[in-house]
């Protein structure tokens, strides 16, 4: 397991504090991710964050756990898969360009840098839009869905999730899955940055969680976006648990 307690290489604020949150109340042994260089800009912490998660995922057996503040984590884990494929969990698209997005946040492009869309040096090697999958989104900008609808992203609901997982699998080496909480309902689980209502339930989630484990493929896996500061009751510090939980269970590649 690896935590990268960076909310846009800065760390332990905002999302950045939900690894160590996570980490806490498990007790559980776990690389933890730190920056090698003083960059401010936040391109170039960001970065920094991810050349040194590259290096960590490559030296961990599959399927690597990820405790990861902002999505643009998944560019340092993808870097050290080997052709991946992409499962993603979210509330959002994440497939903002510097163009279309309305809040300019990094966080909301970081599927759209995976794929080769923008921020190009951040993943020289980016990921083919057939070989992801989009999971249970349904807060999109309307450029941005405009951008997606054109792509070759599959968008799946729960209902259409394991079939495209099946056509997935059966094309790539390994699977990056990428867990954004917000994709739960914030009723459930308030413990996020950029909450929508209307998300999935935590049982949805766990069985998705498994029926990815279940083809055997899975490279990597990150749980993104938790904001211990905007959690309640600790509800999506435990569904976190469970999800690593379960993770934990899957059975170790050499
Ligand atoms: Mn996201």
């Not at 056509?167 to 689980?189: C, E, F, G, M, Q």
């Amino acid at each position: 397991m690896i935590a990268v307690p960076y909310h846009l290489g800065r760390r332990a604020v905002e999302v950045g504090s939900g690894p160590l949150a996570i980490l806490d109340s498990l007790r559980q042994r776990c690389v933890i991710i730190e920056r090698t260089n003083g960059e401010t800009h936040e391109l170039a912490a960001v970065a920094d964050v991810n050349s040194q998660l590259a290096l960590a995922v490559a030296a961990q057996n599959a399927p690597v756990i990820v405790l990861a503040g902002n999505c643009n984590t998944c560019l340092g884990t993808l870097r050290a898969l080997e052709q991946p494929g992409i499962v993603w969990f979210d509330a959002h698209g994440d497939f903002n360009t510097p163009e279309t997005s309305i809040s300019g946040a990094l966080e909301g492009m970081s599927l759209a840098i995976a794929t080769g869309h923008c921020h190009r040096d951040l993943m020289p090697h980016p990921v083919s839009e057939e070989n992801v999958v989009l999971a249970a989104t349904r807060s999109l900008d309307v450029l941005e869905e405009v951008r997606l609808h054109a792509s070759k992203i599959t968008l799946a609901s729960l209902d259409a999730l394991p079939r495209a997982v099946d056509l997935l699998a059966a094309r790539v080496k390994t699977i990056y899955l990428h867990l954004d909480l917000d994709v739960l309902d914030p009723s459930i689980s308030p413990g996020v940055n950029f909450s929508a209502p209307g998300g999935i339930s935590p049982d949805q989630l766990f069985d998705a969680v498994k029926y990815v484990i279940a083809t055997g493929k899975l490279g990597a896996v990150a749980i993104a976006n938790f904001n211990p500061g905007r959690d309640r009751d600790k509800r999506t510090l435990r569904i976190a648990e469970t999800l690593v939980a379960i993770l934990s269970q899957a059975p170790r590649q050499e």
